[in-house]
């Protein structure tokens, strides 16, 4: 059994927890603004950079990490969003991280989970989130269209995740506004900055779909890469996590957009 498939079958035992109780969350209600709108408008490569603990293919990577600090440090570096993962066994992350990061920053939040009932959807809004994560390998099509249309009716940008071809032609069916392309296969974990790259061609004939290159982005030279063959974006945990200087960090990462994908 692959890991995605492992993290899928113990997110559905946790579901009936959340089906019997209504999210009660204490959030200090904040306008955020759109996380489309931000990345459209930008001449520079945008970073959603990410609250990230530990991860099933490394264990703990930053286990004393302050989440509040440490958002406020992205957001002062000029974040575009704060990507928070909220999954408890294999990320070790919780809905209160999500919450108290909302109640510090102010820019766009995405919920980072494994969604697979609406449920989950409504409770990232109560947590917070402006943004949420669907992940193509995880859902049939019709439930991604499904909880598309239900986030975007409660007013959540959504940002549609693919690692391949076919995964990239089953989100494109649904005509998402930002498509992130994980460089890392969920079901082996190998990372490889060529998977954005070989997506790119598609994906640049879409002149209204914001691309985000996700995972296994460590520095300018990666950024620029990536930000060469048409990403307008990248969602970057591990590398921050891990920096002694998070600010300067995520600011090397902010290359100029060559003029052509200016949108
Ligand atoms: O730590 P990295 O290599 O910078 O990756 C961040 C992010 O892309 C990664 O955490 C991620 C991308 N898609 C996901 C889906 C679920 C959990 C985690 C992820």
Known sequence: ???????????STLLPVLLENKPKFEVKKKIRSSLYDCLRNAETLQVISEMKRASPSKGFIAEGANPIEQAKKYERAGAACISVLTEEKFF?????????????????ILNKDF??????????????????????????DEKLKAFYTYASKLGLDVLVEVHNEEELDRALAIHPKI?????????????????????????????????ISESGIWNA???????????????????????????????????????????
């Open 221 to 263: 030279e990666d950024a620029a890469r990536v930000a060469n063959v048409g990403a307008h974006g990248v969602l970057v945990g591990e590398s921050l996590m891990r920096s002694g200087e998070v600010e300067e960090a995520l600011t090397s990462l902010q290359v100029p957009l060559p003029f052509s994908q200016r949108m």
């Open 179 to 211: 498509i992130g392309v994980n460089n890392r296969d969920l079901k082996t974990f190998t990372v490889d900055l060529s998977q954005s790259e070989k997506l790119a061609n598609k994906l640049n004939n879409y002149e209204d779909i914001v691309f």
């Open 92 to 108: 070790k992350g919780s809905f209160q991280d999500l919450v108290n990061i909302a109640n510090h920053v102010d820019i766009p």
């Open 115 to 140: 969604i697979i009932h609406e449920v989950q959807i409504e409770y990232a809004k109560a947590a917070g989130a402006s943004v949420i994560l669907l992940i193509v390998a995880a859902l049939s």
């Open 1 to 11: 059994m692959t890991i995605l498939q492992t993290i899928l079958d113990h997110k």
